[in-house]
């Protein structure tokens, strides 16, 4: 029975079930210092709807052997290109949804093959590379945003004329868009963005579905074992790519989806730091650097988001101060040099 | 008389896991006496001389029984500090060196000589100043001792291969204790000038009163530098010789000597073969340890063609370089086309399927199920196992169908599992071996390459691999390079064997010619006798 | 390779980093004498921090990111004695004193978990960097003036705990600098600080002399080998990283000694990638860092930090852009730099692998072909 007990201890992990018990725990709290346990589940199902294709986006590089995605940035400025440019030619409702859509794919397969070949090329030293290309492709789209030629009047700064404003409102366009699609009403606080939840399953589906493909099973096999693979006759650079692309393409959707949800797209800087939470999230989920399920997905965007949505409000009503900023700092690096110090997966 | 032996080494015996690898072993060695260790692939050589060491793996698995006497008291090394401070150094065939430092920084590796300075007192020895004009000295006084021509300044990285095992010797003679040194194969990747000069070294050693324990397969060297040869087989001592007293023919009989047994010489008849479908043309191949200087051979359509020697002579390589997994050079001719080399994906288009020596390495997916490991080869090279929908855009992996194939062979090999979904890590390696032989199976190929076959698995599934091979080979014509270190083996299934030493084909024998002929190829004799062409 | 075109993609961050300065900074049209004054403030500000990253590059653990944790000591020292008002020299030396101790113990803490996580050392320490930037907020936001008394109301924030965003260190502005200052060609040198930074060098120089420093050099080429000869390899490992730590909290109360205000929750945060961006440009690399690739990694990015702004202005007309192109710079040095040389490295090894089957070949070949063997059926 103890020998059971520590089984399944081991295979969830002392941290996460940590936080599981520190999440479930904010919950009990929560009525307690007067905060609705039903609006906090309304925020936590509206947050999933917001993050979690953007979790869903590492799955393959993690399957490939690529290892977490540092360098998740990167599609999330090919979704902030195609989400401007929608802007731009003045397209609104479904339509501006999936024209942005369509331009971040395009894009994202670009920049996801660029990004993948790099990645070749340093096999190893991934994480470090991809953290700091992220961030110096961020930085670089700083100054894109401000000179590359973008008139509508809904996006650029009012008085001056030159360069996107920081935050731009997709109210009018495509705000959400998805949320309100067969919006399912719970009582007078819970109102369930279905159209998001659905299109998130979706495309889990088309991720699922990928695995079970010829390509898809190559993939798992690159990362499981790239010797094993290349004995095979597979070219593990090439699988790696597609790898990195798939990512990629599901960045930039993902970001897409986040936007008609909050409301806002975000430029300049607020995409820097995007990878950590994501990163957390996934592995919060269960995921490792080197070995990852669907269901961690869904798992941990609900978990880290469960943090996120209770710790502002139940703490700082219980000791009347804000630490919500501070704990999510420590959980979710805390989270990720967890994952970073596990043993390498031993392959003989 | 104890008092004149400096090492003595009574009935030592070990098993791995109940495989026993050594029986009652003894071995006396006098100070300053040259001992030549000779043996087969697992005769023991090498586990002898670990537990002489104190390696790590001996103590981790079992230990072993027996005494060690090193000069005058009984002693158990736990670890290789142990010997070391004893008094015992050891050169593996792997360098240990650091290729950014120099000669000197390599000698005295960890233990440099230093002075002591203000912070000694504060923060510990490790703060002493490294003294390097008195290290340089000792780096030369050890140098000298070797009378090599070797730089003390020159970084590792830039010297050749000889200059760096001279680096190695000196880096364990410079230890003012050392009575014993162990040489593992320390002239294998040396040229004939450098592996004189080391052979030189072993002399000179010998003559200031240091013991040399040498393991060898180079039979020439054993003749002229050893005092005494010991020839293991199969875990015991099988003769002790003085050089004078023996030959190469004498040494190659006690090394491999087994008659055939009746019962395999009557089932297996002389078989006639008159199509080539394979042709090796110079075929060079860089595979870390078993590299391929240039092999050259053909091998017959519906044979079993066999590649024997000694490990690290090159015989694995031949296979890998075929099937693309190392860098090579060469031609490589299936049926009379050209395959291009370097490329995994073309041998296995043309037909060749391949078993690796390296089963966990890259031979399975571990963490993965039976049927995929069984399937996933098949399912990737000839897309079968595939449902196509779409009109073919999208290939969808047909599950059903890897499970079924997977029981197949699950019953034909009888591998024992839980059922086909169970993860390959958790079963025994021989059912492991099992999954390797079904997955080559399931791509139907014309050639098949197999290395040590049965390498790890118990003699019961042994025989069992065997006979699939033969079964394969006589049903469905598929031709078969079996590579493998039991001499035995080879010549139970083979039709033809063939020797490799020092990377290239010393000679091909039937396998009914004598076990000292085996030998004396393995050990570098190759004008053994007459209907065997050898290079001259 | 062609020996210029290695030393071209070697040196490749310094060679673009002098092509961007000498576009920049006509462009920016600063006075000759106000750069030279800014570069050295900015140089005795920032040499000793980029200092101590040298060390745990040659015990092979790569850019140090956690050198922030050595920042973090230094800042709640210099806290603490500006809540005990001790003031000029004494105040600096006391502050270094006290971080001392704090610096050993992240150290340890950091060095322990880089042990766990051998082979991704930076991006580790880079999420350690994060990590511990939330425990300090912990720490000094909640923890000061509740758990630790602060009897300096002034520096608290007014709901009596936490300390304030920023605090004025008047107490020990520009005391080391100002201990001498000396005029040359009209610069201003401050001669304490630059003794300080140079007995660092001194040390470092000296260090790699020492046994303890000759172990690292070790660990630094080949961890294994090290091990195998009797090397406390993660001892030796957590040893490095503490030496570094508690250097960064020295370099980090200098710093802040220099400009005179702490922004408490944002200083140090950029400290890390601007000093490894630095080093970086100075020619270093994940495996080699030395004395002069420091001084002049420090000089040529803190130009073209200083000439972007007003560069920017007079090409776009707007000084944003320069800003947010250092920030460009910074980051893309970084990545391009371990980029190139994870590139590098892995060419090298197919380079070596490569010619040792064609030296291999070439020394074994023989006239008269060696190992050519036929055999024909039918003995």
């Given at each position: 029975m103890l020998v059971k007990i520590q089984r399944i201890l081991g295979t969830i992990g002392l941290p996460r079930l940590l936080i599981a018990l520190f999440l479930l725990s904010l919950f009990v709290i929560a009525p307690f210092v007067n905060v609705r346990v039903d609006t906090s589940i309304n925020d936590l199902i509206i947050r999933f709807g917001m993050n979690a294709v953007l979790v869903l986006s590492l799955v393959p590089m993690i399957k490939s052997g690529c290892g977490l995605n540092f360098g998740l940035q990167l599609g999330v400025i090919a979704g902030l290109l195609g989400s401007v440019i929608s802007l731009e030619l003045k397209l609104r409702g479904f339509v501006g949804f999936f024209t942005a859509i369509s331009i971040s794919i395009v894009l994202a397969v670009i920049l996801g093959w660029l990004y993948g070949q790099l990645l070749n090329r340093i096999k190893g030293d991934e994480m470090v590379v991809a953290t700091y290309v992220g961030f110096s492709a961020v930085s670089f789209m700083c100054i894109m945003w401000l000179i590359l030629p973008f008139k509508s009047p809904d996006m650029i700064w009012a008085y001056g004329g030159q360069g996107l404003r920081t935050t731009i409102s997709t109210e009018g366009y495509w705000y959400h868009i998805l949320d309100d699609f067969l919006r399912i009403n719970l009582g007078s606080h819970i109102a369930v963005p279905t159209g998001t939840i659905?299109?998130?399953?979706?495309?889990?589906?088309?991720?699922?579905?990928?695995?079970?493909?010829?390509?898809?099973?190559?993939?798992?096999?690159?990362?499981?074992?790239?010797?094993?693979?290349?004995?095979?006759?597979?070219?593990?650079?090439?699988?790696?790519?597609?790898?990195?692309?798939?990512?990629?393409?599901?960045?930039?959707?993902?970001?897409?989806?986040?936007?008609?949800?909050?409301?806002?797209?975000?430029?300049?800087?607020?995409?820097?730091?995007?990878?950590?939470?994501?990163?957390?999230?996934?592995?919060?989920?269960?995921?490792?650097?080197?070995?990852?399920?669907?269901?961690h997905v869904v798992v941990g965007t609900i978990l880290f988001q469960g943090i996120l949505t209770m710790t502002p409000s139940v703490i700082n009503n219980l000791i009347e101060s804000d630490m919500s900023e501070t704990i999510r700092i420590i959980i979710s690096n805390g989270m990720i040099i967890y994952a970073l110090t596990r043993k390498m997966k031993v392959r003989t | 008389m104890s008092e004149t032996y400096l090492l003595r080494m009574e009935n030592i015996s070990k098993d791995f896991y109940g495989n026993k690898v050594l029986e009652n072993v003894n071995l006396n060695v006098k100070p300053g006496e040259i001992v030549g260790l000779v043996g087969e692939n697992g005769a023991g050589k090498s586990t002898l001389m670990n537990i002489l060491f104190g390696s790590e793996t001996i103590h981790e698995t079992g230990g072993f029984s027996g005494k060690i006497i090193f000069d005058g008291q009984e002693r158990m090394f736990t670890s290789s500090f142990d010997a070391l401070e004893a008094g015992i150094g050891m050169v593996h065939q792997e360098f240990v060196l650091i290729p950014g430092f120099t000669a000197t920084e390599n000698i005295m590796l960890n233990r440099e000589i230093t002075r002591k300075n203000l912070l000694t007192e504060v923060f510990g020895e490790r703060m002493n100043t490294l003294d390097w004009p008195k290290m340089r000295s000792r780096a030369l006084q050890a140098i000298e001792t070797l009378e090599v021509n070797l730089n003390p300044d020159m970084l590792v990285k830039d010297m050749p291969v000889g200059h760096r095992q001279f680096t190695e010797i000196a880096r364990e003679i410079d230890r003012e204790t050392t009575k014993l040194l162990i040489l593992d194969e320390p002239t294998a990747v040396l040229t004939e000038t450098e592996a004189k000069v080391v052979l030189n070294i072993i002399k000179k050693l010998s003559q200031k009163g240091i013991a040399i324990l040498f393991i060898t397969h180079r039979l020439q060297e054993i003749l002229d530098v050893c005092d005494t040869i010991v020839v293991l087989r199969d875990g015991k001592i099988q003769k002790i010789l003085k050089p004078m007293e023996t030959n190469a023919q004498e040494i190659a009989q006690y090394m491999v000597g087994r008659e055939l047994s009746e019962q395999k010489s009557s089932v297996w008849e002389e078989r006639e073969f008159h199509e080539v479908i394979l042709q090796v043309n110079d075929l060079w191949v860089d595979m870390?340890?078993?590299?391929?200087?240039?092999?050259?051979?053909?091998?017959?359509?519906?044979?079993?063609?066999?590649?024997?020697?000694?490990?690290?002579?090159?015989?694995?390589?031949?296979?890998?370089?075929?099937?693309?997994?190392?860098?090579?050079?060469?031609?490589?001719?299936?049926?009379?086309?050209?395959?291009?080399?370097?490329?995994?994906?073309?041998?296995?288009?043309?037909?060749?399927?391949?078993?690796?020596?390296?089963?966990?390495?890259?031979?399975?997916?571990?963490?993965?199920?039976?049927?995929?490991?069984?399937?996933?080869?098949?399912?990737?090279?000839?897309?079968?196992?595939?449902?196509?929908?779409?009109?073919?855009?999208?290939?969808?992996?047909?599950?059903?169908?890897?499970?079924?194939?997977?029981?197949?062979?699950?019953?034909?090999?009888?591998?024992?599992?839980?059922?086909?979904?169970?993860?390959?890590?958790?079963?025994?390696?021989?059912?492991?071996?099992?999954?390797?032989?079904a997955k080559a199976f399931a791509m139907n190929p014309e050639i098949l390459f197999v290395s040590e076959p049965t390498r790890g698995i118990d003699v019961g599934a042994k025989k069992l691999v065997l006979d699939t091979l033969r079964q394969y080979n006589e049903e469905y014509g598929v031709t078969i390079v079996m590579t493998s270190s039991e001499l035995e083996e080879l010549r139970s299934i083979c039709d033809r064997i063939a020797i490799v030493n020092e990377g290239r084909i010393a000679g091909i024998l039937p396998p009914t010619a004598p076990a000292a002929d085996f030998g004396l190829l393995m050990l570098g004799k190759t004008d053994v006798k007459e209907g065997v062409e050898s290079a001259s | 390779m062609n020996p210029i075109k290695k030393w071209l993609i070697d040196y490749s961050v310094p060679i673009m980093f002098i092509l961007i300065i000498i576009f920049a900074t006509p462009l920016a049209g600063y006075s000759m004498s106000f750069l030279a004054n800014e570069i050295m403030t900015r140089m005795s500000r920032n040499t000793f921090l980029v200092l101590s990253l040298i060390i745990p590059v040659i015990a092979g653990m790569g850019m140090n990111f956690g050198i922030v944790l050595g920042a973090m000591a230094g800042e709640i020292a210099l806290i603490l004695i500006t809540d005990w008002h001790i003031v000029g020299v004494p105040g600096v030396v006391l502050a270094m004193l006290i971080s001392t101790p704090i610096a050993i113990i992240f150290g340890y803490f950091s060095g322990a978990i880089l042990n766990k996580a051998k082979g991704r050392e930076m991006v580790t320490s880079l999420m350690l960097g994060f990590f511990m930037n939330g425990v300090y907020q912990l720490f000094v936001l909640y923890g000061m003036g509740k758990v630790v008394p602060i009897t300096n109301k002034s520096i608290l924030l007014s709901r009596g705990y936490g300390i304030r965003n920023a605090i004025s260190l008047d107490g020990i502005r520009q005391s080391l600098d100002n201990v001498i200052k000396v005029n040359i060609w009209g610069i201003q040198i401050p001669v304490m600080t630059w003794l300080v930074i140079t007995a660092l060098c001194l040390f470092i120089m000296w260090f790699r002399k020492t046994k303890l420093g000759q172990d690292m050099r070790t660990i630094g080429q080949d961890m294994e080998v090290a091990r195998a000869s009797g090397i406390d390899v993660d001892r030796t490992r957590i040893i490095s990283i503490i030496i570094s730590t508690v250097l960064a909290s020295y370099g980090m109360i200098i710093y802040l000694q220099n400009i005179g205000t702490l922004n408490t929750y944002n200083s140090h945060e950029q400290i890390g990638f601007f000093c490894i961006a630095a080093l970086l440009v100075g020619g270093a690399s994940v495996s080699k860092a030395t004395i002069p690739n420091a001084f002049i990694g420090v000089i040529l990015f803190h130009t073209v930090f200083v000439v972007s702004p007003r560069a920017g202005k007079e090409l776009i007309g707007d000084a944003q852009l320069g800003e947010y192109f250092r920030v460009f710079i910074t980051y893309g040095v970084i990545a391009f730099s371990l980029a190139l040389y994870a590139w590098k490295r892995k060419v090298e090894q197919e380079n070596e692998r490569r010619s040792a089957l064609g030296l291999h070949r070439a020394s074994l070949q023989k006239p008269g072909g060696g190992g050519i063997n036929v055999e024909k059926m039918g003995n």
């Open positions: 659905l299109f998130f399953a979706l495309l889990a589906l088309i991720m699922w579905a990928f695995f079970r493909t010829k390509a898809g099973t190559a993939m798992e096999a690159v990362g499981s074992n790239p010797d094993y693979a290349r004995s095979c006759g597979i070219n593990v650079n090439r699988v790696r790519t597609q790898s990195v692309i798939l990512s990629t393409v599901f960045a930039a959707i993902g970001i897409i989806v986040y936007e008609q949800s909050f409301g806002f797209i975000q430029l300049y800087n607020a995409p820097l730091m995007m990878s950590f939470p994501a990163i957390a999230a996934i592995l919060l989920g269960g995921a490792s650097v080197t070995k990852v399920k669907m269901w | 870390p340890g078993e590299r391929v200087n240039g092999v050259s051979f053909e091998v017959y359509k519906g044979e079993i063609f066999g590649i024997g020697g000694l490990t690290g002579q090159g015989k694995l390589g031949i296979a890998n370089g075929v099937m693309g997994l190392y860098p090579s050079e060469g031609q490589v001719t299936i049926r009379g086309q050209a395959l291009k080399l370097n490329s995994p994906k073309d041998a296995l288009n043309a037909g060749l399927a391949f078993v690796s020596e390296d089963r966990r390495g890259i031979g399975l997916l571990l963490d993965q199920p039976l049927s995929w490991n069984i399937a996933f080869t098949t399912m990737q090279v000839k897309e079968q196992f595939i449902k196509k929908l779409l009109g073919g855009l999208i290939k969808w992996r047909d599950d059903e169908a890897i499970a079924k194939l997977a029981r197949d062979y699950i019953k034909k090999l009888s591998i024992k599992c839980v059922d086909e979904n169970q993860l390959v890590c958790e079963l025994s390696g021989g059912n492991q071996q099992k999954v390797c032989l | -």
